[in-house]
């Protein structure tokens, strides 16, 4: 056996199913997932030397690449002075002021350990504000774990959910209503159903969750006009999308304001880390100050806090050379990859927000979860492989997003495009083109 089929024997004695996140198991492609050993800048090596260009990122985080200078070297420093201290840290303060500055719909906010905790925590705030229950959430979007998002539409759209996942009390499922991603009637229509009922709704500003999906022309803008209208708060799930589409995230580079953000991802800097903020009257619901109870041991920990200032500083520093150069790239992938697609009349789409994209394998523009739900995953498979077996690491499903950081250079991109290109002809070469 390799090196890499040992260790993912052994995980699997151990570990349910091998991994700590089905998200890096292999299950949509089949196959045993690389155990990783080592990164730096956009590259991995696995435990058997060998190298990919990386287009995972830790799955959003890394957007100055793996091992950035100025992040290790602050974490080592301060890995000497201490790494949990269970009380108030300067280091704190500079993080939750930098996430201000570049976000400034955030007026308060709370540090916690994940996207899942921040996204829980902001619909508890969104509920004891409104004082009221229920939530609308958009097929396909991920908010985290926390029970009530484990929900899937019902029969049909617009009708009360139903649990997406073993373990979800019916009830507690019930509380979230699915509307579809990029249509606005269906969101009117649960809140016409529910009158005086919905707290709030959560949205991926720009989806990355099923693939990436944009958000059409307004449609941001009327979710704000219909809470505002309804009484109910907006809450953008900025966990991928924050300090990743622009320097203020979605919100910027769409122009919405929403009452409430959850952030997670490059807010720690690679470290596990999450928060949620926003209007400073919302926000002054959660204890000490008042009644909503939320809490973490190692919230704000000093070490976590360091990383994610490290990297947020760079951003808040460095964004009028970062995001410029991350969309350059990104469409530099693009368009070596689409120019080829086009002339030979691959039924792929592409989905790009800057540095983050999706190769989908459908003829259609995927603008909600119906779409992308109709992709051709056994192509998708045969191209990941491809890729896998030329260096190229992408993400093992087709719903999901692949990032670029700023150490993807002009050459490492020509030359993922080139294996990708060859990854399509591998596919649609057999003649075999599934018009789907
Ligand atoms: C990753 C992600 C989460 C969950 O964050 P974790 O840190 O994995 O708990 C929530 N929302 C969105 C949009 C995400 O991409």
Request: hydrophobic share 45%.
């Amino acid at each position: 056996m390799t090196r890499n089929a040992d260790l993912f024997k052994i995980a699997r004695g151990i570990i349910p199913g091998g991994v700590n996140s089905p998200a890096r198991s292999f299950n949509a492609v089949g196959g045993a997932p690389k155990f990783i050993a080592r990164a730096h800048g956009a590259h991995l090596w696995d435990e058997e030397g060998v190298k990919y260009v990386d287009y995972v990122g830790s799955w959003g985080p890394m957007l100055l690449g793996h091992c950035a200078p100025q992040v290790t070297e602050a974490i080592s420093e301060q890995l000497r002075r201490g790494v949990s201290f269970g009380a108030p840290c300067e280091v704190e303060l500079k993080v939750a002021l930098v996430i201000r500055e570049l976000m400034p719909s955030v007026e308060l906010v709370r540090m916690v350990n994940s996207g899942t905790e921040a996204c829980m925590s902001a619909i508890r705030v969104a509920r004891a504000f409104t004082k009221r229950d229920k939530v609308i959430k958009f097929e396909g979007c991920y908010h985290g774990h926390a029970d009530f998002f484990l929900s899937k539409a019902g029969s049909g759209l617009a009708t009360l959910g139903e649990p997406s996942s073993a373990g979800v009390p019916a009830h507690v499922a019930a509380t979230t209503l699915n509307a579809r991603f990029n249509d606005v009637a269906s969101v009117e229509k649960i809140f016409a159903g529910n009158a005086g009922e919905v707290a709030a709704v959560i949205v991926e500003p720009v989806v990355g969750n099923m693939g990436v999906v944009l958000p059409a022309d307004d449609f941001l803008k009327r979710l704000q006009e219909i809470c505002t209208a309804n009484g109910a708060l907006l809450i953008f799930d900025e966990v991928m999308t924050g300090f990743r589409v622009a320097r203020g995230g979605a919100q910027e580079r769409f122009d919405v304001k929403p009452d409430l953000t959850t952030l997670g991802k490059i807010v720690g800097g690679g470290l596990p880390v999450g928060a949620y903020g926003g209007r400073k009257d919302v926000m002054e619901m959660v204890a000490p100050l008042g009644p909503v109870y939320q809490a973490g041991t190692l919230s704000g920990n000093p070490l976590a806090m360091t990383a994610g200032f490290a990297q947020l500083e760079q951003i808040a520093m460095n964004y009028r050379q970062i995001f410029p150069q991350l969309e350059r790239m990104g469409a530099l992938l693009e368009d070596q990859v689409m120019q080829h697609a086009r002339a030979r009349s691959y039924p792929v789409t592409y989905a790009r927000c800057g540095s983050m994209a999706t190769l989908f394998f459908t003829k259609e523009v995927v603008k909600s979860w119906e779409e992308a739900s109709r992709c051709d995953t056994r192509s998708f498979t045969k191209y990941f492989w491809s890729l896998m077996k030329d260096g190229i690491y992408m993400p093992p499903s087709q719903y999901e997003a692949f990032f670029m950081s700023t150490m993807h250079t002009e050459e490492i991109v020509m030359h993922t495009a080139e294996k990708m290109r060859r990854a399509l002809d591998s596919v649609f070469s057999e003649g075999h083109f599934r018009n789907k």
